[in-house]
Nanobody, 124 residues
């Protein structure tokens, strides 16, 4: 059984930064594509960023390009999301998820394990 545990959320003013972390259990973390999603109240879950097994391929939704950076440390079974220049519209619960395969997908159904989520609130 794989477990994903997110941390690092909180309350920040617009323009501020947060760094989310997601620690995964299991020995095969390093072979899987990993993604970050978010869900704001009353909205559908949205793909935010993804990273391939080596970290050499990263993918972002247009609204966060240039502000967010996804990275991973396979030795620590951890994926990160560095969020800079935060905006009130970034407010959401952020989830990390493990892809079912090796490649990129923004579709939630292509991810089989999910964390419990961490709240990010950006005040104006």
């Amino acid at each position: 059984q794989v477990q994903l545990v997110e941390s690092g959320g909180g309350l920040v003013q617009a323009g501020g930064s947060l760094r989310l972390s997601c620690v995964a259990s299991g020995r095969t973390f390093g072979v899987y594509f990993m993604g970050w999603f978010r869900q704001a109240p009353g909205k559908e879950r949205e793909f935010v960023a993804g990273i391939n097994w080596s970290g050499g391929g990263t993918y972002y939704v247009d609204s966060v390009k240039g502000r967010f950076t996804i990275s991973r440390d396979n030795a620590k079974n951890t994926v990160y999301l560095q969020m800079n220049s935060l905006k009130p519209e970034d407010t959401a619960v952020y989830y990390c998820a493990r892809g079912t395969g090796l490649g990129y997908s923004p579709e939630g159904r292509q991810y089989d394990y999910w964390g419990q989520g961490t709240q990010v609130t950006v005040s104006s």
